[in-house]
């Protein structure tokens, strides 16, 4: 196989899995009373059947890029879970003001600045630790993560231009009076209700605004509804499009993402989630919301601007996560 084939086959593996955030996601019990499940590639590599694959977890996470306001701030943390045996996608995503103690270190700040702490001074070509940020999401959920992609905001706004924006439905209208760009500058940002086509600009808008009662959790719902409708149109592309096109996107992502994820998995996942329908992708959130509020809200002061910030922490205390991991464990396989 030529090399740009193969890179071609890469790149579909991380943008219908992991740039549109939706093509991964799962777990099998496992070491006792801890969740963790894990991926053997090896058992893939021997059976070569779809009923004998284990689930496969990928960490996906989203930061604004290199130069801009809060660069690698991973503001957008999903976990992928495939289930291949019963063809089912789990898709989970944590709040980026989650307060938790870094592995490792006697530190504790909110869970989207750890990939940040982790590569601070870095370019986003060089910035490829992932290890605490891995280390506490498998803490905090039980899962054993196998994969881990990174991505920013100008890949994504070139992907859903070059695929030729999607379509969405908006329930209510979307209106943020004083919306933070990354550039520091603010803007009002309006949408109105209905069916509305979005660009790559709109969309990087719309799954960065929290303008609403629910904050974080509105735009966590957002990136889910984007998520869903991005799979549907590569969904339509993938029949249409020829081994060129796909390769000329490849290209103008190139620098855009990063990710320890292998040519040989990421072919077996394209090939293994690509039958799997809408109907069989769940949305999960771990938020303080009913009706199971696994979080809840709280404020500490900032020890360096002195500040009162807002932070959540699980409902059963600090660094407690028992009740969590329960929820996904009973959420996924039922």
């Not at 799962?26 to 009923?51: C, D, L, M, P, W």
């Not at 306001?69 to 709040?95: E, T």
């Not at 986003?124 to 920013?152: P, R, Y």
């Not at 004083?178 to 803007?187: A, H, I």
Request: net charge neutral; aromatic share 12%.
């Amino acid at each position: 196989m030529k090399n740009y084939q193969k890179k071609l086959l890469v790149f579909l593996g991380i943008i219908v899995g992991g740039l549109i955030l939706c093509s991964f996601l799962v777990f099998n019990s496992n070491r006792s009373n801890e969740y963790i499940f894990s991926y053997s590639k090896s058992s893939q590599a021997k059976t070569g059947e779809e009923n004998e694959k284990p689930p496969l977890n990928i960490l996906f996470l989203g930061v604004a890029g290199e130069g801009l306001r809060g660069s690698f701030l991973s503001d957008s943390i999903f976990i992928g879970h495939i289930n291949f045996q019963k063809k089912q996608i789990s898709f989970l995503s944590l709040p980026r003001d989650l307060w938790v103690k870094v592995p490792e270190k006697n530190l504790t700040t909110k869970i989207n600045g750890i990939y940040a702490l982790e590569n601070e001074g870095k370019k986003i070509s060089q910035a490829k630790n992932f290890n605490l940020i891995k280390k506490k999401v498998e803490e905090i959920t039980g899962l054993k993560i196998d994969q881990t992609i990174v991505f920013d905001l100008e890949g994504v706004k070139k992907l859903i231009d070059e695929i030729g924006g999607i379509d969405i439905w908006l329930e209510k209208d979307v209106y943020d009076p004083n919306f933070l760009n990354p550039y520091n500058s603010s803007q009002i940002f309006y949408l109105p209700a209905g069916w509305r086509h979005l660009d790559g600009a709109t969309l990087v808008k719309f799954i960065r605004t929290r303008y609403a009662p629910e904050g974080d959790f509105y735009r966590i719902a957002n990136q889910q509804q984007v998520v869903s409708a991005l799979k549907n149109k590569l969904d339509q592309l993938t029949g249409v499009w020829n081994l060129i096109t796909w390769f000329k996107i490849w290209q103008s992502l190139d620098g855009h993402y990063l990710t320890d994820l292998d040519f040989s998995t990421a072919w077996q996942i394209l090939d293994s989630v690509k039958s799997i329908n809408a109907d069989n992708i769940k949305y999960l959130k771990i938020s303080n919301r009913p009706p199971d509020q696994l979080l809840k809200s709280t404020t500490i002061i900032d020890e360096t601007s002195g500040k009162e910030i807002y932070i959540l922490i699980p409902a059963a205390g600090f660094e407690n996560y028992e009740a969590i991991q329960k929820y996904l464990k009973e959420e996924i396989n039922e």
